[in-house]
């Protein structure tokens, strides 16, 4: 059975910072990109950071750039999601999905993800 299981989500502070994980299971971990998502109020979903594990190039939205870093680990099949200087409006459910058929960052688009977890909190308050 394909899972992906998210987990380190929780409350922050503003400015404070957060690392979450995705572990694989169920399918050939190596062959996929892998992305991670969010689902803020008031906004469509949006990718956030994904990562090729062929190769290991990873793309991340504008907004998150120099605060987040996505890395891997595949002797585990878990891929981390570094977050920093969370701000506020950075509230939400965070996903990470899995795509066979991603090409740079197209892994940033939900489109083509075959595989998704059911999503962390993050909430980021005061």
């Known amino acids: 059975q394909v899972q992906l299981v998210e987990s380190g989500g929780g409350l922050v502070q503003p400015g404070g910072s957060l690392r979450l994980s995705c572990a694989a299971s169920g399918f050939t971990f190596d062959y996929y990109a892998i992305g991670w998502f969010r689902q803020v109020p008031g906004k469509e979903r949006e990718g956030v950071s994904c990562i090729h594990n062929s190769h290991g190039s990873t793309y991340y939205a504008d907004s998150v750039k120099g605060r987040f870093t996505i890395s891997r680990d595949n002797a585990k099949n878990t891929v981390y999601l570094q977050m920093n200087s969370l701000k506020p409006e950075e509230t939400g459910r965070y996903f990470c999905?899995?795509?066979?058929?991603?090409?740079?960052?197209?892994?940033?688009?939900?489109?083509?993800?075959?595989?998704w977890g059911k999503g962390t909190l993050v909430t980021v308050s005061s």
């Open positions: 999905a899995a795509g066979g058929r991603m090409y740079g960052n197209s892994c940033l688009n939900r489109i083509g993800m075959d595989f």
